[in-house]
């Protein structure tokens, strides 16, 4: 099985996996342990159109801070106490990143990392890309470490060099967490009053959801 990673352009056909650690990958896990669908919408004003004939929560965020009129931020400790049928997400990357990607789509971060790459392993053919969201066009550091962890539990198949990279990043845990909490997305997001979102985004392997987008809607793969 060949291994890739890449930067906000998904190019396989196959399975990719979208990692945004901070924090719509993380939200969006946490979300589905009590909220069975969940639409990503790109804008905030197709969000709120479509709520209404869904009856569904609205969560969200640009910049980071909570979209004025949703129900929770793009925070998964926020998240966690919502339960229903249905959610509506708007991300600054995250959700857009997921609209490109052509093949087989699963979300990827720190809290399902184990899950995730077994699952993609699983279904794959030939080929899982772990795509980096980042922020905005640029690289994150949070998205690249959160891919390493995601790739380590692939790394008896054909890695690519940037694949190798990210998975060697990620041997020092100490040094990973000091590093994300240092990143200019958990800066920000301490700023707005998320620094527990944070905190939660870094636990490995809490959860064993694989969120799959398929449709425009995001399920649990099963
Ligand atoms: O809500 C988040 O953590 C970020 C905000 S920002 O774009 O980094 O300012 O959005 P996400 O789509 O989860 O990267
Ligand atoms: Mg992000």
């Known amino acids: 099985m060949q291994v890739s990673l890449s930067f906000e352009r998904s190019l396989s056909k196959d399975v990719a996996i979208m990692v945004d650690v901070l924090r719509a990958s993380t939200t ?67 959700t857009r990143i997921l609209e490109g990607i052509r093949g087989r789509a699963m979300i990827g971060s720190f809290i399902n990392a184990r ?11 030939d080929h899982v890309e772990v795509v980096m969201a980042g922020v905005r066009g640029n690289f994150a550091i949070e998205d690249f470490l959160g891919a390493g962890e995601i790739i380590s539990h692939l790394q008896d198949e054909e890695l690519d060099e940037m694949a190798q990279a990210a998975c060697l990043a990620i041997e020092n845990q100490e040094k990973v967490d000091q590093a994300v909490k240092g990143s200019r997305s958990a800066q920000n997001l301490k700023k707005l009053g998320f620094g527990k979102d944070v905190e939660f985004c870094l636990q490995r392997d809490k959860s064993q959801l694989v969120p799959e987008f398929k449709d425009g809607l995001i399920r649990i793969l099963e």
Not at 62 to 80: H, K, W, Y
């Open 28 to 94: 969006i896990t946490v979300a589905l342990e009590k909220i069975p669908n969940i639409i990503p919408t790109l804008e905030i004003e197709e969000a709120l159109a479509l709520a209404p004939e869904h009856q569904a929560f609205l969560a969200g965020e640009r910049g980071g801070a909570t979209i004025e009129g949703f129900d929770v931020g793009n925070s998964p400790l926020e998240i966690q106490e919502l339960e229903g049928e249905t959610l509506i997400i708007t991300t600054s990357n995250g």
């Open 115 to 125: 899950a995730v790459a077994n699952k993609a392993l699983q279904v794959a053919t």
